[in-house]
């Protein structure tokens, strides 16, 4: 394939992405805009009820900001293009949560803590689950590989926040090895401790992404694309020819549920996110789903709006990239 | 062209699905494990139209009181407002499965008629509606629905409820549509039902839903399970109907309201988490168990 055609495919793809995004945020824009409610309203609620401020005056300068911050003042078209600036600048105002600190910087403090715990349990998860998968396709017949796939079948419809309240349950009350509320993290310095303290924390919500992603999803559809491509002819010709079973597995199996397994992996990205947010507020793990729960508390939609602004940036980016990327896997992808 | 009573007619489009279900039962084992677990929990959900009226008080009953089989109201114990669990636990289950069972009518039934609408017609009216739906599956589900749900919160009811998290769960099944609509559309029987110049919507009536059928009834299965799955979610950041029991209010109030595990009242937050394990196992057996079926019959239910 030519660097002129990859470039003309990238070119295309990155103004696919850029429309997706401009689209999905209009979207966003209309359905909240189409609620029945007013979110300015339901904000001052939330805060008197929670007696935060007692002063009529500090409200109401509070009302007036709330009306900018949510784009309600100004002619329609207006605050459209408010909303809009404030989506390509992930800016939207002073938080409610914490109330001079801006959203934004807000979430930028969480934001790697979401990230290091997607990151680590995505890669662990898929590898293990692929392998697993594979491993259980090739020896079928064994006990071993019916009792992971029973399980796998049990695990794969259940959300990781599901899973989440099992494991409180078992590890935490039950066999009382991790703290039933969420453990504090020290980050003064850099040392063991510390360590030892984010690992600490990170465990049980990485336990319940890993064990029903990988035992569940990643597993069972390894399992089914390994069936699948050890009943192709080229896969019984390479064992006619006597190859070694190394090899066969290496060259023959394993390349080809590479691919497909590449592409579901840019697929459940949204998915893992969606459900690592709400894991991590079970487990007031200090990322964007414990900032998130607190926002929601409060009423702070500015921190609220932040987050899922920046989820669907991350999750079409995440699908841009592995797009982007897939050719250099798959030498068969033409760029049309 | 023979005229009959619309009853009849939409009867006629149930039978196929009665003797389907049938054959299923009586050959596929996970089909039928799955669909029993299913009626028991439908039945256990059934029971509380028997629920006693002091259920909806606080405190009628003593608070925090374990399991014990002296009456109907304690067997399963008393949580820390003193209501009963087991009361709670089947007004939890049938509230649950109707939200979820509403959100499965609405969502699967808009993305069907999305996706044929531009599978069949193309063109313009195909690429538009794509990109509106491409630009629904750009955002990820959960953050929308608890964005939404914030602003509703105070007016949640439950068919509202099934509304809002059809929001998120139609575009994927419209995408998939429109795909296998446009490899039905090429085949031979659909050209030559068409230039025999039967109307339009005969053709996607009696050509190309027979073949969308089973896969509409996975997707409908599919979307109860993600949406018995989205209010537990949304529940946990206290985004759901509150003030009504569901498995996912249950695990709300138990586990986050009143963290009762730390005063080692379990009885309260175990039922709603094992009944939501159930659920979801039950509903994704049948999905399975359809699915293995249709493949090995590509996708024709007759």
Known sequence: MSGEGLLRFALIRVVYFFATIFTAFSLTYLLLRLMPVNAVENVITQITAQGMIYDPEALNILRRQLYEIFGLVGSPWEQYLRYLRGVFTLDFGPSILAFPTPAKSLVVRYLPWTIG???????????IG???????ALKEESILSKILQGVAVTLYPIPYYVMALVLIFL????IPIFPLSGSSIYMERLDLGTVLSILRAATLPALSIVIVSALGWWFLS?????????AEDYVEQAYLRGLPEGLIVKKYIMRNILLPQVTALGLALGTIFSGAVITEAIFAYPGLGL???????????STALSIVSLSIYGVALGTLILDLIYPLIDPRVGHR | MRKQPLLTRIGELFKPLVRYTLLLYKFNLKFRVGLLTLTALILFGAISVATPPHHWKWF?????QPPSLSSIDVIMGTTTNGRSVFWASTNAVLNSLVIAILTALIASHVGLFIGLVAGYRGGLIDRTLMFITDSFVVIPQLPLLILLAMLLRDILTIPFMALLISVSSWPWPARQVRAMVISLR???FVSTAILTGIPE???ILKEIMPHLLGWHLINATNTVLYAIGAEVGLSVLGLSILSIDTLGTMIYWSMIGYPSLFRGVWWWPLPPIILTIVVFVSLYLVSTAIAESIESKRGVIS
């Open chain 1, 117 to 127: 715990l997607l990151f680590f349990t995505t890669i662990i998860s898929w590898v």
């Open chain 1, 130 to 136: 692929n392998l697993l998968g594979m491993l259980s």
């Open chain 1, 171 to 174: 590890l935490a009350y039950l």
């Open chain 1, 222 to 230: 390894s399992r089914t694309l390994t069936l699948r491509v050890k």
């Open chain 1, 291 to 301: 900032l998130l729960f607190r926002a929601i508390s409060t009423g702070d939609y």
């Open chain 2, 60 to 64: 009628v009953l003593p608070k925090d």
């Open chain 2, 186 to 188: 090429e085949r031979e």
């Open chain 2, 201 to 203: 919507w005969q053709v």
